[in-house]
């Protein structure tokens, strides 16, 4: 009997600030910036691009492209995407390990 697997979406899990923040903190974590792109569209798409639009005066097509797969969202879109999650992006010094 072979096994059935569902598609795991962790957009229905990032139901809070607190977790969006930490799903997207995780992802600033490994400096990829698609990676990051990428988490940050998921955490869009949990929050609804709908009232994301009307949040950031953005379009839903903008938004969705912007966090494609193939997407480069402008730093602009980004403070204006994390500003409506509730989202901070902060800075701090980065410290060498070794």
């Known amino acids: 009997m072979a096994e059935a697997f569902t598609e795991f979406d962790p957009a229905e899990y990032l139901s809070s600030?607190?977790?969006?923040?930490?799903?997207?903190?995780?992802?600033?974590?490994?400096?990829?910036?698609?990676?990051?792109s990428k988490a940050i569209g998921i955490a869009a798409r949990a929050r609804g691009m709908s009232e994301l639009a009307r949040e950031t005066g953005l379009s839903r097509e903008q938004l969705y492209r912007s966090f494609s797969e193939r997407g480069n969202p402008t730093l602009k879109t980004i403070m204006a995407v994390t500003k409506a999650l509730g989202v901070d992006i902060t800075a701090r010094a980065h410290v060498e390990h070794g």
């Open 17 to 36: 600030p607190e977790a969006i923040a930490e799903f997207i903190a995780d992802a600033m974590e490994t400096g990829d910036a698609a990676y990051i």
